[in-house]
């Protein structure tokens, strides 16, 4: 889980407070990217899942 790791730390990062209050911060493409990556973490869990229980 190391990857899942880095990318959840990538995603927690904010705007510093000694930039301008004006600056605004979009979030967008942290969110679709979050979702990107939890729905492939889904399908991995899911894929090792079904050949676990699959006859040999």
Do not use: G
């Amino acid at each position: 889980m190391a990857i899942w790791q880095f990318f959840k730390s990538k995603a927690r990062v904010r705007s510093k407070p000694e930039q301008a209050p004006d600056i605004q911060v979009d979030y967008s493409y942290t969110q679709w990217r979050h979702a990107q990556m939890s729905q492939l973490v889904s399908n991995y869990h899911a894929a090792c899942d079904s050949t676990e229980r699959s006859p040999a």
